[in-house]
């Protein structure tokens, strides 16, 4: 079994910092690639930023220069630091992980249970 628990959302004021945590646990061989979504009210889920194990990033160009993922391979966890953040970024953030299982089946991927973050004067 594989357990995906983020943290550090909350309401901060326009051009606050969150700094959002993942950690990854259970019977997990290693992990491929961590990231972040965001679904914001009656909109679609979307990428935000996503690191695989060689520390390759891919992110959404509108938190280009304000957030950054980084990962520590070590303790199963993903960072995202959010900077700057503008009422636009306010949506549940969720925890992405594709994971190399200890089980048959090998990898699989899990979501976290999501973070509320909210932007709002």
């Known amino acids: 079994q594989v357990q995906v628990v983020e943290s550090g959302g909350g309401l901060v004021q326009p051009g606050g910092s969150l700094r959002l945590s993942c950690v990854a646990s259970?019977?997990?061989?290693?992990?491929?690639?961590m990231g972040w979504y965001r679904q914001a009210p009656g909109k679609a889920r979307e990428l935000v930023a996503v690191?695989?194990?060689?520390?390759?990033?891919n992110q959404t160009q509108s938190v280009e220069g304000r957030f950054t993922i980084s990962r520590d391979s070590a303790k199963n966890t993903v960072y995202l630091q959010m900077n700057s953040l503008k009422p636009e970024d306010t949506a549940v953030y969720y925890c992405n992980t594709k994971i190399v299982r200890a089980a048959l089946g090998g990898v699989g991927v899990y979501w976290g249970q999501g973070t509320q973050v909210t932007v709002s004067s």
């Open positions: 690191i695989s194990r060689f520390n390759i990033i």
């Open positions: 259970g019977r997990i061989i290693s992990i491929k690639d």
